[in-house]
């Protein structure tokens, strides 16, 4: 168990932010965090970004952040695992912290890229694969996704209809989200009518891509209890990595970065799934919900798709997943999106998620995902 605890939260919303610069985002969430932890005495700064290099014209985003947020000479540095970008960057402070190095850290994940359309964007995104062996062959982040599903639905004998309980699930919590960039409720029966982008995942299958930064304070788990109310203790921190071609997996409908990730940080809490209220898992598309919540052993192979028919997903199901709307209806800000995650489940700790609060929620788990599964880092909060 860690001695790591979050004092101070901060987010934007998830949007097209045409005006807004990277650094002005970053500088939000970073704002809100240290207003919430009510202080600005910080050793270090990790951000975690995706796509700044090829979509905004910016690298060094570390001294950039410190820059303007008016901590010019201290320690920062960027952190880089594709789309589990944030959630790395938060390990990294768990360990910074926790080594005894850091007194405070923050951390900060931010994605601008709504600036790029079409197929630079879509190339961006694709550089998480694997650059000689899937993306020389015109492989895209979605067409890896649909190989999956496809060989999914073949294994398993499932129809593209079933997979519509996680979308209907994530809009309905969206739309509860002033934060979510879709706030739009969705109907089962409209979801296999979505137009296709890489067959058979459709528009009602993947998660929007967005502009939004978030942002934590961490710091020993003694000192946060004489700093804030009520702490978020980050009782477990783990990332486990995969082969980073798709082609190269033994069986590539089990996500083994996540399952190891979700088991090694799961033991290094002390619980067991029994213990887990909600789960803030990397909803990219409907497939990976399913492959992660059987990888990190809520749902047996081939029955992950079953928790959202049964709505065991929902808010007030067994094992609730996308609360705030997850990466399908809030918006998935690449880089950002594993920062988001933690935010989430600590305002559901806090009892601070407004119309979106689950009862009696102690212990909850997130999972930001890299490229098809090639990276996967997993944490556990507890109050």
Same mark, same amino acid.
Request: charged letters at 20%; aromatic letters at 6%.
């Given at each position: 168990m860690t001695n790591v605890s979050i004092i101070g939260l901060g987010q934007t919303d998830v949007s097209e932010k045409w005006e807004t610069s990277l650094r002005h985002l970053a500088w939000y969430a970073v704002e809100a965090a240290i207003d919430d932890a009510a202080t600005s005495k910080i050793d270090a700064i990790y951000v975690g970004n995706m796509l700044a290099g090829e979509l905004s014209g910016q690298r060094h985003l570390g001294a950039l952040v410190a820059d303007f947020s008016g901590m010019r000479g201290i320690e920062a540095v960027t952190v880089e695992a594709a789309q589990a970008s944030g959630a790395a960057a938060v390990r990294q402070a768990v360990i910074a912290v926790s080594s005894g190095l850091i007194e405070t850290a923050l951390v900060v994940g931010v994605e601008k890229s709504s600036d790029t359309t079409g197929s630079a964007l879509t190339t961006a995104h694709a550089l998480s694969l694997d650059a000689d062996y899937e993306t020389i062959q015109g492989l895209t982040m979605e067409a890896a996704q649909a190989l999956m599903m496809r060989r999914y639905m073949h294994e398993y004998g499932v129809e593209v209809?079933?997979?519509? @309980?996680?979308?209907?699930?994530?809009?309905?919590?969206?739309?509860?989200?002033?934060?979510?960039?879709?706030?739009?409720?969705?109907?089962?029966? *409209?979801?296999?009518?979505?137009?296709?982008?890489?067959?058979?995942?459709?528009?009602?299958?993947?998660?929007?891509?967005?502009? @939004?930064?978030?942002?934590?304070?961490?710091?020993?788990?003694? *000192?946060?209890?004489?700093?804030?109310?009520?702490?978020?203790?980050?009782? @477990?921190?783990?990332?486990?990595?995969?082969?980073?071609? &798709?082609?190269?997996?033994?069986?590539?409908?089990?996500?083994?970065?996540?399952?190891?990730?979700?088991?090694?940080?799961?033991?290094?809490?002390?619980?067991?799934?029994?213990?887990?209220?909600?789960?803030?898992?990397?909803?990219?598309?409907?497939?990976?919900?399913? &492959?992660? &919540?059987?990888?990190?052993?809520?749902?047996?192979?081939?029955? #992950?798709?079953?928790?959202?028919?049964?709505?065991?997903?929902?808010?007030?199901?067994?094992?609730?997943?996308?609360?705030?709307?997850? &990466?399908?209806?809030? @918006?998935?800000?690449?880089?950002?999106? #594993?920062?988001?995650?933690?935010?989430?489940?600590?305002?559901?700790?806090?009892?601070?998620?407004?119309?979106?609060?689950?009862?009696?929620?102690?212990?909850?788990?997130?999972?930001?995902?890299? #490229?098809?599964?090639?990276?996967?880092?997993?944490?556990?909060l507890k109050v």
């Open positions: 209809s079933d997979f519509a @309980g996680f979308s209907v699930n994530a809009h309905a919590n969206g739309a509860l989200n002033p934060l979510a960039m879709y706030r739009n409720r969705l109907r089962a029966e *409209r979801f296999a009518a979505a137009p296709v982008v890489a067959d058979p995942v459709s528009l009602f299958d993947a998660a929007p891509g967005g502009d @939004g930064a978030a942002a934590i304070i961490v710091t020993r788990s003694e *000192r946060a209890e004489d700093m804030v109310p009520k702490p978020v203790h980050i009782a @477990g921190s783990a990332i486990a990595t995969d082969s980073l071609s &798709l082609s190269d997996r033994k069986n590539p409908l089990f996500l083994r970065a996540s399952a190891e990730s979700a088991r090694k940080a799961m033991a290094q809490a002390g619980v067991t799934h029994a213990d887990i209220d909600l789960f803030e898992l990397h909803d990219s598309t409907t497939i990976m919900a399913a &492959l992660s &919540l059987e990888a990190a052993g809520f749902a047996a192979p081939g029955e #992950g798709w079953m928790l959202a028919r049964d709505g065991e997903i929902a808010r007030d199901g067994s094992i609730p997943i996308s609360t705030f709307g997850g &990466l399908k209806a809030r @918006g998935n800000p690449a880089g950002a999106t #594993g920062v988001y995650q933690i935010v989430e489940v600590a305002r559901q700790l806090r009892g601070q998620a407004f119309d979106n609060q689950i009862d009696g929620v102690t212990v909850g788990m997130t999972q930001n995902i890299g #490229g098809s599964g090639a990276t996967a880092v997993t944490h556990v």
